[in-house]
Each structure stands twice: as structure tokens, then as C-alpha cells.
């Protein structure tokens, strides 16, 4: 691969049971536009299918997807692996779940689904092509759970992530990074003042994020706990959407 993708996050993909709504409502909380690609053989159940990609500014960094069978609604990020069959191989000797195993997705490279050892779920990615990671749409992803531990082994193993715990204990969570030493993630623990199990949740960069909450409450989105995000400066809200999906609005610009 020309660019050195290992352990960046390179994909999204949002499953939701009414795919319109879903287009119309991140189009008018961040500004996406959408193209559609016919698929030939659905990498989500095969057969010819038209998939829809967000775009910001020319750039396709997310697929939005009729939830398929035995899956939940909500946002699925892939990270980059050298090899995915290698890389899943690891997942259920560290505790995890193969929720997937791995597929091709024809001309993009050949993925997997996993479940971590918290319950959340992950996506592995072995890119086929050419293009740059998407960076305009999202910025770190943040890993919400219950405690203060992150499965630093089963990601360490398999993504081959290294955690770090902050400077500042005021800030709290661990920072999440790739060998590189790029800035993949954040932990934030305090998913005990929500109502859901350990998640990766998208930070979706928007210019005005106060602008960007009022639109997604008035399209029936949902503000969760306020106080989990104190900890980051870079997700201001934590929002579940009207499909039940959860993401963050991060402030650029």
C-alpha cells in the first residue's frame, strides 16, 4: 500500500433498518452529501445491491447499509490490519468473538467482524486499493465502557494498538495509538451513567457542534449523559441517533 495505514481506523459503516432517514438526518447534522455504487455481489449478503456512501467535500468515508440479519442497528468501524485471516485468529484465545469471518468486499479488500472481551464491536480491514484514509468526516474514535480497564492485550494482539494512560488524571481514559504512534482512539470509562454495554463510538466532526445538537434533537435524536465526554476536549455530545445508533459530534474547524 503506498500510504502506511496499519492500525488507523480506514472505514465506517452505519447499519440502520430505514436508510433514508438515517441519509436525511446526517446530511442535515453533518452536512454529508451521498453517492450511490451498484454492487454486484453485496459483501452483506451477496446479490446486486446499491450501496450508499457519505461524502464530505469529495470524499467517501462511510457506507450506510440496511441492518443485515443477526446484526444491530449502529456505527461499525473497520481498522487496518497487514493480514485480517492472521489478525482473527487471535480474537477468541484473548477472549473475544469472531462475530464474522473474514470476507471480501470486491475492490475495496476483505474484512472481519469481532466482538472485544467488554462485548464491543470492531471491524478488521485489509484495504485492496489505493485511496488515503478519509479524514475529513471523523476524528478519533472513543471507546466507552463501564470500567477503568481497556482490553490493552486483545488490541494490543490483534490490532496491534499501544494504550497509554493521560498526563493529566483530570482528563481520565487511556489514549489509544497504532506503532506508529498515531492518535487512533480514547478510552473513556463512566458508560455506567448510560444505558449501553461497551461500544466504539465515532467522533463525526462538524464546524458548529452546538448548531449540530440542535439539529439532530429536532430530527429526534437523543442526548446521552453529559458528564462521560468531560474528559475530552475533542467530542463535545454523545448522541443516539433516531435508529438507535450512537456517535459523538467533534468540534473542528
Excluded at 162 to 182: C, E, M, N, W
Amino acid at each position: 500500500m503506498p500510504q502506511d495505514k496499519s492500525g488507523q481506523i480506514v472505514w465506517h459503516d452505519l447499519f440502520s433498518t430505514d436508510r433514508q432517514r438515517s441519509m436525511t438526518f446526517y446530511e442535515r447534522v453533518a452536512g454529508w452529501s451521498f453517492a450511490v455504487e451498484h454492487a454486484t455481489d453485496f459483501a452483506w449478503g451477496g446479490g446486486q445491491v446499491d450501496f450508499v456512501l457519505a461524502m464530505l467535500a469529495n470524499e467517501a468515508g462511510a457506507g450506510f447499509i440496511e441492518t443485515p440479519e443477526g446484526m444491530s442497528n449502529g456505527w461499525i468501524a473497520y481498522a487496518e490490519v497487514p493480514n485480517v485471516d492472521s489478525a482473527s485468529k487471535y480474537v477468541e484465545p484473548l477472549g473475544g468473538e469472531v462475530v464474522r469471518d473474514p470476507f471480501d468486499v470486491p475492490g475495496v479488500g476483505r474484512n472481519a467482524l469481532v466482538r472485544d472481551p467488554l462485548g464491543a464491536v470492531v471491524g478488521i480491514s485489509q484495504s485492496q486499493h489505493a485511496f488515503p484514509i478519509p479524514a475529513r468526516q471523523f476524528g478519533n474514535e472513543i471507546y466507552l465502557s463501564g470500567t477503568s480497564e481497556f482490553p490493552t492485550q486483545f488490541y494490543s494482539e490483534v490490532f496491534g494498538w499501544s494504550v497509554s494512560q493521560p498526563h493529566d488524571p483530570q482528563r481520565g481514559g487511556a489514549v489509544i495509538s497504532s506503532l506508529s504512534g498515531k492518535s487512533v482512539a480514547h478510552h473513556l470509562p463512566g458508560l455506567s451513567q448510560t444505558d449501553v454495554q461497551a461500544s466504539w463510538v465515532p467522533c463525526i466532526n462538524v464546524v458548529d457542534t452546538t448548531t449540530a445538537l440542535q439539529a439532530a434533537e429536532a430530527l429526534d435524536a437523543s442526548q446521552l449523559s453529559k458528564s462521560v465526554l468531560e474528559s475530552t476536549g475533542e467530542c463535545r455530545y454523545l448522541i443516539r441517533d433516531p435508529d438507535g445508533a450512537l456517535f459523538c459530534l467533534s468540534a473542528v474547524g
